[in-house]
Nanobody, 121 residues
Framework: QVQVAESGGGSVQAGESLTLSCGISGSAFSANAAGWYRQPPGRQRELVSA???????MYLDSVKGRFTISGDKAKDTVYMQMNSLKHGDTAVYYC???????????????WGQGTQVTVSS
């Protein structure tokens, strides 16, 4: 059974950076796509970024140019570098393993505990 474990969240000031990490177990990252979701306070969960097996990436419009998703197949770990953080990026961030169908990413792993990112303006 695939499991994920997110880490790297924290409290920062606007304009600062954080790097989130997601350890994947039970399935090789090299055989799956992966994605990061977030759930801001009082709002629905949304897909932030995803990376395919071939390294193709996609991003939520509001984070394009600021966030970068990457993966280390040898370590079965997915990262998301977040630069120029804004107050609106405040959320619990979740990692998933999944697949792409065309240009759409679908998660197919259980949700982890998530990691809290709080950005003060």
């Amino acid at each position: 059974q695939v499991q994920v474990a997110e880490s790297g969240g924290g409290s920062v000031q606007a304009g600062e950076s954080l790097t989130l990490s997601c350890g994947i177990s039970g399935s090789a990252f090299s055989a799956n796509a992966a994605g990061w979701y977030r759930q801001p306070p009082g709002r629905q969960r949304e897909l932030v970024s995803a990376i395919s097996v071939t390294g193709r990436t996609m991003y939520l419009d509001s984070v394009k140019g600021r966030f970068t998703i990457s993966g280390d197949k040898a370590k079965d770990t997915v990262y998301m570098q977040m630069n120029s953080l804004k107050h609106g990026d405040t959320a619990v961030y979740y990692c998933t393993v999944g697949c792409f169908q065309g240009a759409t990413y679908y998660p197919n792993s259980r949700w982890g505990q998530g990691t809290q990112v709080t950005v003060s303006s």
